[in-house]
RNA sequence: GGGCCCGUAGCUCAGCAUGGAUAGAGUGCCUGCCUUCUAAGCAGGUGGUCGUGGGAUCGAAGCCCACCGGGCCCGCCA
């Protein structure tokens, strides 16, 4: 939060020089913090901005910026000097006592709203992720899907969105009717020996697929299922219901267990059997973006048509036979979330969830609850970039509505992909390639409780050595949100156009940059609050209350006694020395980070710096003592870092969806 | 055939939006460091024609063009 006003401070003088000595304005330039810290806290490039209008060497400028910044330095109480370089470059030193003040005095004062600026300004805002077909467990695949969109909702909220989540269950759709064949058909038992969602997507669809191979008259029988699931009461459609939403319960398990939560879910046999479609059409009709194609030598002859590609390409809506095609569906959903069409849906509690919160599930009862769901400023819709095309259709379609640009997002992210050994685990041979897509049909990909279930497994048995002495509950709670940890950051540390290649070994390996990793930084910085408490105490009882010379003399008459915390204390920081500065810096640019983030809906950049603040904390663990120190007053500047860094991190780790461990 | 994306160290990836300072991490391999706040850590070493070629620029991993290699999308399937 206080590097952003050091750098408005360092425009502002930089603007003052702009004007005053050149009498110039608007010049577009960086100011930013160096990769290297040998080129001081800051640096502008505006030597390189002005050497084309000045004509001038961008060193030769860079020396005039300087002496004529450091005339009028004094006014700027951050900066302390501001220096050219040869390469042309300006570059600044803080006032580091003074950044570190602020930069204490910020978290201290925000606690855990630090970092967080109002972006949205309430604004409402539609995320659909997750979104499974309710015939299979979750994959690996979708974990990347789940928590994309479950760490931007986190993000969103923190900067006062209004976010409402929803995941989207395709309940009628072709995969659904593959396990209805299964079992109305083929005889597979309604109760596997595993978790209900695992049997049907592992054995029950696998195998109705590979005897589509064998069998045609199957695809029939499949033909048929999908036609009776959309007569809403039908008995097949109230079978599909039955299995789809325990398959949904058991993916709702996965996705807590994966720290996400969600506030509707959306049926689409509810929104089939609402008629949303058919006001849609009407506008859609109404405002000419649909035609009836009455060419008879066209090959849509017959068919309602959609001009919104690229180059005029044509989408089929309505097939000549009058039935909606897979992008139809999807239409009148989205008018839904922009509030086009107005909302046909009542809602009804469908369950409360681990964190407290209810999730709504839509109704067509007429006894629900009229709650305030869709109609949102903006739509994001996560779904991996094969999706690409479509999604653009939709947001050309919604454009051509006379909704502004921007408001409906599809956020794509390339998919998860086994890595060459990993891939032959599955006894896929994949010659030279470096990577194997996984296949839901064939069976080939990774669960996301198997991978989860791995995870645990190996993180107990590290806690287990570190804690001999701690129960059975603890540890494994503890494991759990190890895994989980593990799980969510190798998902976010990627950019999102990349394919993850993902290897079980690796994903195992508890070293070097991991979801552990910044849980193992949050711990160390507990830990030593929690022994200085402990001293705080012990000195008390020993010396008496009110006396002088406490070994460790922070927080005095606030927050300090049995169990009670350590906090932030500036009366010290000017005492805090180089290696320190490290940490503050890094602590004073985290909502750079957040605001980086939330312009590009991309929580990489957030990812990384998690990564990047626990690792300069490690170095600091190293090099600076926190209680060998002697100096009683250091001692206090020294906590009040560590419990400034540990209110950052835990911010950031919150909204990563990473559970902050006091002990591991 | 058309469209989109990727190509940087043995492997997995940052950096590219907005060109500028000796191209960075992790992992792997090799060395050190636990009688001091948790060694899931830290320090050091190893390792790079930034896919290839051209162009504009004082200056390119980044911008433009072409090509090569890989992936995805393009149905009256969902």
Redesign the pocket.
Known sequence: MTIRRAIDEARALLDEVISHHYGLKDI?Y?V?E???E???DL???LA??L??LLRKS?SAIAEEVCSACTKIIAKYRMIREVEP???????FRLDMHELARITLEEVKSKGKAYGSRDIGKGKRVLIEHTSV?PNKALHIGHVRNLVLGDTIYRILRFTNHNVVVLNYV?D????V?DIVVGFKFLNFPQNGSKKFDHYCGDDVYVKVNEMYEHDRSLLERRREV?KAMEDYNSDIARFAREVTSRVLDEQLKTCWRLNARYDCLNFESQIIASRLWDRALSILRASGIVKM?DNPS??????LVVKA???G????LV???G???????DIPYAMWKLGILEDPFKYVKYTEQPDGTVLWATSLDHDGSSLHINGADIAITVI???????QRIITKILSMLGSDDGRYRHL?Y??V?L??STARLFNIEIGD???A?MKGREGIYINADDMLDRLHT??YE??K???PEADEQWLHR??ES?AVA?MRYSML?????????F?IE?AL??????G??I???Y??A???L???SSIVVRARKEEGEGKEGVRVGVGEGEGVGEGADIDIDTSSTHLLGKDEMVLVKAIARFDLMVE?TV??L?P??LA?YC??L??IF????????????QDTNLVKA?LSL?KAFMYTMSNCMSLLGIDA????
Not at 618 to 629: C, T, W
Not at 661 to 664: A, G, H, T, Y
């Open positions: 577009a960086d930013a160096p990769k290297e040998q080129y001081g640096y502008s490039n390189f901005q050497s084309k961008p370089h040869s390469a042309g470059y300006i570059n077909n395709d009628s759709g072709l995969q009717a999908l194609d066209s090959k849509y002859y017959g068919c590609g690229v180059e390409e044509e989408k089929v097939r000549s036979d039935t909606a095609t897979y992008i139809a569906k991996d970039v094969r999706q690409s095309r479509l794509p390339e998919v992909a890595s060459s390639r470096r990577f897509h190996k993180a590290e806690v050595v570190r804690n503890t494991a190890i593990a540390k990627q950019d999102l156009d990349k394919i993850i290649t290897d690796d390996n508890l070293q070097g940059e991991s552990q990793y849980q193992y930084a711990a160390r507990s830990r030593i929690e022994k200085a980086d312009k590009s991309n990489k950049t990384r990564y990047s626990a690792m490690n170095e600091f663990y190293e090099k600076v003592p926190v209680l060998h120190e020294r560590v461990l006091e002990r591991m």
